[in-house]
C-alpha cells in the first residue's frame, strides 16, 4: 500500500518519537519503519498498527492518489514557468514534451534564420537544463550527468538516463 510518507514522519517527530520508538509502539521492525519513510509503501497490518499508534484512521496516512495527467500544453508552460526550479522532480510525461517543443522551436527558428536560433536556443537553455535537473533526479540520477552534453555522443548517455522510469517515491 502506498503510504504517505511525509505525514508519517510529521506525525513521529509531532509526537517526539525516533523511528526505534515508532517501530516498537508499533510491533514492527525498525527497518520497515525506515523503508516505510522512505519509499512509502506497507503492508496493510502495518498500516494499522500505525494508525492505532497514532490515534487516526488508516485513510489519513494512505498516500493521495496520483493526480491526472496534465496535457502537453500546460506541461511545456508549467516548465516555462518554472524555468528556476532546480530542486523538484519532474516525470518523464513534462520533459518529453518539453524536449519536443524545445527541439521543434529550435528547428523551426533554424529554417528562419540562424541568429534567431542561437536567440531561441539561449533563451530555452535555463528551463531545458531545469527540466532535465529535475528529471534526471526523479529518475534516480546524478545531475551531473548533465556534464556529457559537452562530450561527443554524450547526449545519448544522458538521454538514456532521462528515459529511464522515475523512482518510486510518496507524495
Same mark, same amino acid.
Given at each position: ?5 511525509? #505525514? !508519517?514522519?510529521?506525525?513521529?517527530? /509531532?509526537? =517526539? ?6 517501530? *516498537? ?14 519509499? =512509502? ?6 498500516? @494499522? ?5 497514532? *490515534? ?9 492518489? *496520483?493526480?491526472?495527467? @496534465? =496535457? ?34 529550435? $528547428?523551426? $527558428?533554424?529554417?528562419? /534564420? ?15 537544463? $531545469? !527540466? ?6 526523479? $529518475? ?13 555522443? =554524450? ?12 523512482? #518510486?517515491?510518496?507524495?
Amino acid at each position: 500500500m502506498n503510504i504517505n510518507s511525509e #505525514k !508519517v514522519k510529521q506525525l513521529r517527530q /509531532h509526537k =517526539g518519537w525516533s523511528q526505534e520508538q515508532l517501530s *516498537e509502539l508499533c510491533a514492527v521492525n525498525l527497518r520497515t519503519i525506515q523503508r516505510l519513510e522512505k519509499r =512509502g509503501s506497507a503492508s496493510p497490518e502495518t498500516l @494499522k498498527a500505525l494508525a492505532a499508534v497514532f *490515534e487516526v484512521s488508516p485513510e489519513v496516512l494512505l498516500a493521495p492518489a *496520483e493526480a491526472p495527467r @496534465k =496535457g502537453a500544453v500546460t506541461s511545456i508552460l508549467n516548465t516555462l514557468k518554472n524555468f528556476d526550479d532546480f530542486q523538484s522532480r519532474s516525470g518523464r510525461y513534462e520533459f518529453w514534451w518539453f524536449f519536443l517543443f524545445f527541439i521543434s522551436v529550435l $528547428a523551426l $527558428a533554424e529554417t528562419l /534564420h540562424v541568429i534567431l536560433a542561437s536567440i531561441v536556443a539561449i533563451i530555452l537553455l535555463i528551463p531545458f537544463l $531545469a !527540466v532535465s535537473t529535475r528529471r534526471l533526479k526523479d $529518475a534516480g540520477q546524478s545531475i551531473w550527468w548533465q556534464l556529457m552534453y559537452l562530450v561527443p555522443f =554524450g547526449v545519448l548517455l544522458v538521454l538514456y538516463f532521462l528515459a529511464m522510469p522515475s523512482l #518510486k517515491r510518496s507524495s
